[in-house]
Antibody, heavy 125, light 110 residues
Framework: EVQLVESGGGLVQPGGSLRLSCGASGFTFSNYEMNWVRQAPGKGLEWVSYIGSRGDLKHYADSVKGRFIMSRDNAKASLYLQMNSLRAEDTAVYFC??????????????????WGQGTLVTVSS | QTVVTQEPSFSVSPGGTVTLTCGLTSGAVSTSHYPSWFQQTPGQAPRSLIYSTNTRSSGVPDRFSGSILGNKAALAIAGAQADDDSNYYCLLYLGNGIWAFGGGTKVTVL
């Protein structure tokens, strides 16, 4: 059974840092690209960042670029999000999501197919 | 900056059909945006329904279908049931490694 379990959330002061983790099991982690998605309280989903299967390719939303760093350890089947210079607007539940990509009859398919339950980050003084 | 648009809310009667759309403030949605649709109830993680325009995720009933309608992606829910009462989000690939969600549509079944 595929499982993704986030941890590391909590209360942090503005300007502070926090490191989120996402532990994966039930699949070969190193074969999959991964994403972080967040959801502010009572708001919609916001894509945050992407990392390739080998960790060499990363992309970030403009809202977090230069402040957040995504990484992975395939040997530990773990995903990370280092969050620096945190702001009140970063307050959200952070989800990790697996991205399954494949070719089907010549068409390339992309699917955020499995999600963790999320970890809450609260930025407040 | 391109924004992904969705209707804020829809109501549908039990057994009825509702079609949600997902557009862009700049340009038309195409299959190259790999449109995906997710269902989310409060306090839960999102659930993948449709990906790459019209492919149903594992275990999703065929009451849910995806397509391109005009210049937008669309999610149709046929034979609406009480447990379809949820928030629905679309996700589009904008290129250069960037994805963006729509603001979500609250579907009420009543």
């Amino acid at each position: 059974e595929v499982q993704l379990v986030e941890s590391g959330g909590g209360l942090v002061q503005p300007g502070g840092s926090l490191r989120l983790s996402c532990g994966a099991s039930g699949f070969t982690f190193s074969n999959y690209e991964m994403n972080w998605v967040r959801q502010a309280p009572g708001k919609g989903l916001e894509w945050v960042s992407y990392i390739g299967s080998r960790g060499d390719l990363k992309h970030y939303a403009d809202s977090v670029k230069g402040r957040f760093i995504m990484s992975r350890d395939n040997a530990k089947a773990s995903l990370y999000l280092q969050m620096n210079s945190l702001r009140a607007e970063d307050t959200a539940v952070y989800f990790c999501a697996r991205e399954s990509n494949y070719y089907d009859g010549g068409s390339f398919k992309r699917n955020f197919d499995y999600w963790g339950q999320g970890t809450l980050v609260t930025v407040s003084s | 900056q391109t924004v992904v648009t969705q209707e804020p809310s829809f109501s549908v009667s039990p057994g009825g059909t509702v079609t949600l759309t997902c557009g862009l403030t700049s340009g038309a949605v195409s299959t190259s945006h790999y449109p995906s649709w997710f269902q989310q109830t409060p306090g839960q993680a999102p659930r993948s329904l449709i990906y790459s325009t019209n492919t149903r995720s594992s275990g999703v009933p065929d009451r849910f279908s995806g397509s391109i309608l005009g210049n937008k992606a669309a999610l149709a829910i046929a034979g609406a049931q009480a447990d379809d009462d949820s928030n629905y989000y679309c996700l589009l690939y904008l290129g250069n490694g960037i994805w963006a969600f729509g603001g979500g549509t609250k579907v009420t079944v009543l």
